[in-house]
């Protein structure tokens, strides 16, 4: 199987950085599009980014501007550097990752979630 492995989230102050990475590992031919999605408390899960294979990329309306998501495919990991943080960014943030494996058809993946905090 594969497994997602989430880093980076923690509390900070508005109007500051943080960036996430999540690592792919396991029994892999290949991965597609790679995205980050949050959840609030009491929301839907929404898409935040996301980034093709090729390395074409789209972002919520809300981070962009403030967000980068970015792929280094030899180390299969997906980064979102976040910057100039709100309050509203506050949430439960998801990796997904398309993955392809050996004889079968592509099979969507998520990291466990890592918690993104803003306040003062």
């Known amino acids: 199987q594969v497994q997602l492995v989430e880093s980076g989230g923690g509390l900070v102050q508005p109007g500051g950085s943080l960036r996430l990475s999540c690592a792919a590992s396991?029994?892999?031919?290949?991965?597609?599009?790679m995205g980050w999605y949050r959840q609030a408390p009491g929301k839907q899960r929404e898409l935040v980014a996301a980034?093709?294979?090729?390395?074409?990329?789209n972002y919520a309306d809300s981070v962009k501007g403030r967000f980068t998501i970015s792929r280094d495919n030899a180390k299969n990991t997906v980064y979102l550097q976040m910057n100039s943080l709100k309050p509203e960014d506050t949430a439960v943030y998801y990796c997904?990752?398309?993955?392809?494996?050996?004889?079968?058809?592509?099979?969507?993946?998520w990291g466990q979630g890592t918690q993104v905090t803003v306040s003062s």
């Open positions: 396991g029994s892999i031919f290949s991965i597609y599009a």
């Open positions: 980034i093709t294979s090729g390395g074409s990329t």
């Open positions: 997904n990752a398309d993955i392809l494996g050996v004889g079968g058809p592509p099979v969507d993946y």
